[in-house]
């Protein structure tokens, strides 16, 4: 099986920046995504690390160290429409299981 | 074509009803799969079909009835649903099993 981890909430200021972290245990890793889902809307497709290191997409990093079954995903130059739940996943096995989601909520 | 559709959008249904939930993908994905999402919960993984042929099942009860009839469909039959089984139902894809999955809007089911 897999076990995932993230922080429950997350509170930020407009135009901060924001690491949500997550950790993970799980046989067969074959990657790790994360998602955004804005409540009552389906989940979204962020970024994608297989490999070690740093993948950076505009606003939006995600890192991953497979050693330590660590990843953070960083926001930054946080903007209002960022508060949603931000979904750690990970494929083990070639089965996808989701963390429970940090609820960001960004603040004027 | 980047998109998952899914219908209907909302489904009220009694115990004793049949229906049927729809998914749709374009994108020629080869791996589909259905998801069950309560409120402040994450997606709980259902079903998974892998070029067309049922990959993964969860356990899930027989009154769920996934099909794949081609590699751009997905339907979950539903019978004599229970009202637990209210929730937010999400179908996905991927180019394969293991890979980025996009996910369709979802059915927000209601059993009464």
């Known amino acids: 099986g897999q076990n995932i981890d993230q922080p429950t909430e997350m509170t930020a200021t407009e135009g901060a920046i924001v690491q949500i972290n997550c950790t993970y245990q799980t046989s067969g890793f074959n990657g790790l995504f994360w998602y955004q889902q804005h409540a009552g809307e389906a989940p979204t497709f962020l970024s994608y690390?297989?490999?070690?290191g740093l993948e950076e997409k505009g606003r939006f990093s995600s890192f991953l160290s497979r050693s330590k079954g660590y990843s953070y995903l960083l926001l930054k130059e946080l903007q209002m429409k960022d508060s949603a739940s931000y979904l750690c996943?990970?494929?083990?096995?070639?089965?996808?299981?989701f963390g429970a989601g940090t609820t960001v909520t960004v603040r004027a | 074509d980047t998109e998952v559709t899914q219908t209907p959008k909302h489904l009220v249904m009694g115990m004793t009803n049949k229906k049927s939930l729809k998914c749709e993908q374009h994108m020629g994905h080869r791996a589909m799969y259905w998801y069950k999402q309560k409120a402040k919960k994450p997606p709980e993984l259902m079903f998974v079909y892998s070029y067309e042929k049922l990959s993964i099942n969860e356990s899930v009860p027989s009154r769920f009835s996934p099909e794949c009839p081609n590699s751009s469909l997905l339907n979950l039959h539903l019978h004599a649903l229970q009202p637990e089984d209210s929730a937010l139902y999400l179908c996905?894809?991927?180019?394969?099993?293991?890979?980025?999955?996009?996910f369709g809007p979802g059915t927000r089911l209601t059993v009464t």
């Open positions: 996905a894809s991927s180019q394969e099993e293991g890979a980025e999955q996009y």
């Open positions: 690390n297989v490999l070690d």
């Open positions: 996943a990970v494929v083990g096995d070639y089965k996808l299981s």
